[in-house]
């Protein structure tokens, strides 16, 4: 669902990734992402909306189309246009833009929407992924959509690539049940912590700070996703 924290986390993890490895961000949440905010990129264009309309081979130059922060590269969509960008994107180009950047990045992080059953665009990527994570608050409500949503995933045999991560953790939780109970093991945790949207507003990330608790549990996320081998179908 919106709002549980997916586009800060993806943002947070791309950058420690790219602190050690090629590492590209890829935006694909394109009912309001906030990326482009998070990652204080001024530029309102967005080259995900150029390579989409273009008859430029993907087997070509891309570097025209990424916006960079520090070590990381970035496919954006242009400002204000995600809604109009979802529908022009074939499912074609999305998997051989994923296929592609996979060749060039050794870390292509995606972010995307919620809607993940009405999403060409959501379907594409989680097809071509090699990992995927699910955020949820861990509270009944916070996982009750997961519930529904993760039987039809598992029939797509995308099971063995799924994890789930616990945002905005207050107070222990055990990992293990809540594994059991929905499937799909409990790959992370993330504590409640207010210098999340204090980074937010700045315009920074919270992972770079090292005071911050979250920080430091994406810090061992990103350890994790490093360490354990990908998934490959």
């Known amino acids: 669902r919106g709002g549980v924290g997916k586009s800060?986390?993806?943002a947070n993890l791309a950058w420690e990734l790219g602190q050690t490895s090629p590492t590209i961000l890829l935006d694909l949440d394109?009912?309001?992402?906030?990326?482009?905010?998070?990652?204080?990129?001024?530029?309102?264009?967005?080259?995900?909306?150029?390579l989409a309309g273009s008859q430029v081979c993907l087997n070509g130059d891309l570097e025209a189309y990424l916006a960079r922060r520090g070590p990381l590269a970035?496919?954006?969509?242009?400002?204000g246009m995600e809604a109009c960008l979802d529908d022009c994107l074939s499912v074609d180009f999305l998997a051989d833009?994923?296929?592609?950047?996979?060749?060039?990045?050794?870390?292509?992080?995606?972010?995307?929407?919620?809607d993940l059953v009405y999403s060409p665009a959501v379907?594409?990527?989680?097809?071509?992924?090699?990992?995927?994570?699910?955020?949820?608050?861990?509270?009944?409500?916070?996982?009750a959509g997961l519930r529904h949503l993760l039987p039809a995933l598992a029939d797509l045999g995308l099971k063995p690539k799924m994890g789930l991560v616990l945002n905005r953790v207050r107070g222990d939780v055990d990992q293990l049940q809540m594994g059991k109970d929905l499937g799909?093991?409990?790959?992370?945790?993330?504590?409640?912590?207010r210098m999340v949207p204090e980074a937010e507003e700045a315009r920074q990330?919270?992972?770079?700070?090292?005071?911050?608790?979250?920080?430091?549990?994406?810090?061992?996320?990103?350890?994790y996703l490093k360490s354990v081998p990908a998934v490959t179908q």
Do not use: W
């Not at 970035?74 to 400002?79: D, R, S, V, Y």
């Not at 833009?97 to 919620?114: E, G, H, K, S």
């Not at 799909?184 to 912590?193: K, L, M, N, R, Y």
């Open 8 to 10: 800060t986390t993806a």
């Open 123 to 143: 379907v594409t990527a989680l097809a071509e992924a090699s990992r995927i994570l699910f955020l949820a608050q861990p509270t009944k409500a916070g996982v």
């Open 74 to 79: 970035l496919l954006l969509p242009p400002e």
């Open 184 to 193: 799909i093991p409990v790959v992370g945790q993330i504590p409640e912590d």
């Open 205 to 223: 990330l919270v992972i770079c700070n090292s005071r911050s608790p979250a920080g430091q549990a994406l810090k061992q996320l990103a350890g």
């Open 97 to 114: 833009l994923i296929r592609q950047l996979a060749l060039r990045y050794t870390n292509v992080v995606i972010d995307l929407a919620p």
């Open 30 to 50: 394109l009912r309001g992402g906030t990326i482009r905010h998070l990652m204080g990129i001024q530029d309102h264009q967005g080259g995900l909306y150029q």
